[in-house]
């Protein structure tokens, strides 16, 4: 069974720093990429960034370039995404998905549970 | 950077009634690499259609996608209580991928 498990809740301040993970089960994590998808609070989806495990080739949203780091280790078929100094504005939801073809841009067809980021003086 | 445009914002209908969501992208998603996704409250969006008509594994029949190019919609034949939720679309065919804000469906 294809699982991805994501690290729980976070609440921090402004300008600390911010790693969480998704962990991949149940298929080759090397060969699918992972995908990083934010939702604020009442708002919509977007997309963030994208990663390839197995080379760990990155491709990130222009509004996102420069905010955030994702990385993947595949060793522990984790993904990760990182803020070195987190903003109130950092606050929402954050899910890692996975494409439905593995080594090819696809459709997302499995989801993780969400990390809750809430960032607060 | 492909900008996608959902409209309406709200529909509001009642069960059995037919919901045709539309999502107009600013260039052409050249190879229908367009995707529909069921958000609810407290859940992971669902894949519901790929490829703007296939539909994804589980999902009912009442759910179908069409269109091409810049134009594609999706449909909701027979709308049942447990439809009500925010419905998106996203193109993966240019990097970034993107989404479009979003459809509200509110069952009366």
């Known amino acids: 069974e294809v699982q991805l498990v994501q690290s729980g809740a976070e609440v921090k301040k402004p300008g600390e720093s911010l790693k969480i993970s998704c962990k991949g089960s149940?298929?080759?994590?090397?060969?699918?990429?992972i995908g990083w998808v934010r939702q604020m609070p009442g708002k919509g989806l977007q997309w963030m960034g994208i990663?390839?495990?197995?080379?760990?080739?990155?491709k990130y949203s222009p509004s996102f370039r420069g905010q955030v780091t994702i990385s993947a280790d595949k060793s522990i078929s984790t993904a990760y995404l990182q803020w070195s100094s987190l903003k109130a504005s950092d606050t929402a939801m954050y899910y890692c998905?996975?494409?439905?073809?593995?080594?090819?841009?696809?459709?997302?067809?499995?989801w993780g549970q969400g990390t809750m980021v809430t960032v607060s003086s | 950077e492909i900008v996608l445009t959902q409209s309406p914002g709200t529909l509001s209908l009642s069960p059995g009634e037919r919901a045709t969501l539309s999502c107009r992208a600013s260039?052409?998603?050249?190879?229908?690499?367009l995707a529909w996704y069921q958000k609810k409250p407290g859940q992971a969006p669902r894949l519901l259609i790929y490829?703007?008509?296939s539909r994804a594994t589980g999902i009912p029949d009442r759910f179908s996608g069409s269109g091409s190019g810049t134009d594609f919609t999706l449909t909701i034949s027979r709308l049942e209580p447990e439809d009500s939720a925010v419905y998106s679309c996203?193109?993966?065919?240019?990097?970034?991928?993107?989404f479009g804000q979003g459809t509200k469906v509110e069952i009366k």
């Open positions: 998905a996975r494409p439905q073809s593995s080594g090819s841009f696809d459709a997302f067809d499995f």
């Open positions: 149940g298929y080759s994590f090397t060969t699918y990429w």
């Open positions: 990663i390839y495990p197995g080379d760990s080739d990155t």
């Open positions: 260039q052409s998603v050249s190879r229908r690499y």
């Open positions: 490829g703007a008509s």
């Open positions: 996203q193109q993966y065919d240019n990097s970034p991928w993107t």
